[in-house]
């Protein structure tokens, strides 16, 4: 029995004894293997033990058997970020993007695409100061299942603007990169087309650029592999015309008690979920933002008045509604 430490970007051969390195690499063993996550502040590990026995018969293992093996059991370390050093490759002013390490095919190469969204949309080059957007960037690239993908929000100096907040806690991390700057990170593992989704809170004012970088790949990580995909939203200006945001409900969202004392709760239809909120004043100030807790949010800090509510689906839809609070 031999254990190993195993975090992502390191070859799992790479990381054994040399005589059983030799052993893996001569495919003339056989591989037990039972693996133990556990979460640390910097990265989700995975300790992994090996058992290695020689085969009593002609029977020869595929060396990327072995390996689609380790990482069909120790999947959930895909969604490992990796160290600060590789952070904040989107391809912002100042960066590269992640085709400086992983560079054996082309940036945004054919066949694939990453693609910024957000609810409500941002058209015409303007964005609504102080509106909470569900940001959803699609990565895809088939038949690959590994992805990872970087987003930064800056201003025109490149400094962070706006307020990032997680909606996945499972695949989304937001840590400060060597650049100084704020980057969230999400890794994902088992589909061809991925869904990366956080919410974001407008300035009040100045401009604003989104710049996004993924890398896909066969779950085989580390060393140059892989496809970079890049997007951008850039010199966005604030709108100062915005307005109260018009109410619309397809039925997805029920809210009751309406008016409201101290909890406002909220009832979706079918499987969709609400993923964050934002609260708006009558002035069309955004005054609370966050994520439900058993489907409730606590109102106790709003003074009494009319307000809108803006509810962000796993749908990716945007559901506004009006509540009183007494």
Known sequence: MFSTFYRPGISL??????????????????????ATLFKSNTSLQCIINFTFSRLKTKTMINRNTIILLVFSLAALNMAAPPPPDMWAHTGAPGEVTCVSCHNTHPLNDAGGFLKINTTPPITGGLYLPGQTYLVDETFTRPPLISYQCSTEIIDSTGHNTGTMSITDSASTYLQTAQSGRICLWAGYYGDTLIHCRFSWTAPLSGEVSFYAAGVANDGLIGGS??????????HLKPDNSSALPVLSNDGTIEVYPNPA???????????????????????AQTVKTGSTINGTISINDLPSGMYWLQCFTTESKMQVVQFVKR
Do not use: F, H, M, W
């Not at 005589?19 to 690499?25: G, H, I, P, Y």
């Not at 496809?227 to 850039?234: I, K």
């Open 13 to 34: 051969i790479d990381s054994l004894p040399y005589s059983l390195k030799q052993n893996v690499r001569a495919e003339k063993v056989r591989l037990r293997i039972k």
């Open 261 to 283: 004392k101290n909890l406002l709760r909220i009832k979706t239809a079918g499987d969709e979920k609400v993923l964050c909120y934002a609260v708006l004043n009558i002035n």
């Open 225 to 234: 592999r892989g496809y970079v995909s890049t997007d951008s939203l850039v």
